[in-house]
């Protein structure tokens, strides 16, 4: 049985966060994502909080209300949520629950951290690049998930 986890680290001063084993986003892995980034801010680390996403194919109001909490606590540091390969059904639950316009969206990883260095503007957070419409398209060889959503036997690799 899979044990959905967050796996965070840290790239910069920035905390990014993986979720493993969660094509069901539930909210315990994001209930661990605060108390790493609590952590994270006690240790003084910048305030904006890079989600990555890839693998997840449903996230449930529980886990949208743990991302919601977290993106107050962010803002009450001057900081973001930024989430990035979200997937194009986990992205429309953010849309219909009008939750989309309060947190910021990368296309992927390189593109969430681009935006860490760049001041927050005024106002709602802006879709930095909104999901594609379609079809996923398949991993590339160089992919970090190039073994498919499920990194169960990646871990052992690393």
């Not at 994270?40 to 890839?54: A, C, E, Q, S």
């Not at 390189?110 to 957070?125: I, T």
Request: proline share 10%; hydrophobic share 40%; charged share 25%.
């Amino acid at each position: 049985m899979l044990k959905p986890t967050v796996e965070v680290r840290n790239e910069g001063g920035v905390l990014v966060a993986e979720f493993w084993d969660c094509l069901r986003l539930d909210p315990n892995p994001v209930r661990d994502l605060r108390q790493h980034y609590e952590a994270h801010l006690r240790t003084k680390g910048k305030p904006d909080l890079v989600v990555d996403m890839n693998g997840v194919v449903f996230a449930g109001s529980a886990a949208l209300g743990g991302f919601l909490a977290l993106q107050r606590l962010a803002r009450q540091h001057d900081g973001r949520v930024i989430f990035c390969n979200v997937d194009e059904n986990v992205f429309e639950v953010f849309r219909i629950s009008k939750l989309s316009p309060m947190f910021t969206f990368a296309e992927d990883r390189a593109a969430a951290l681009a935006v860490v260095g760049k001041p927050p503007v005024s106002g709602a957070p802006p879709v930095v690049d909104e999901p594609k419409v379609g079809p996923p398209s398949p991993p590339s060889a160089s992919s970090p998930r190039a073994d498919g959503p499920l990194r169960r036997n990646r871990r052992k690799d690393s």
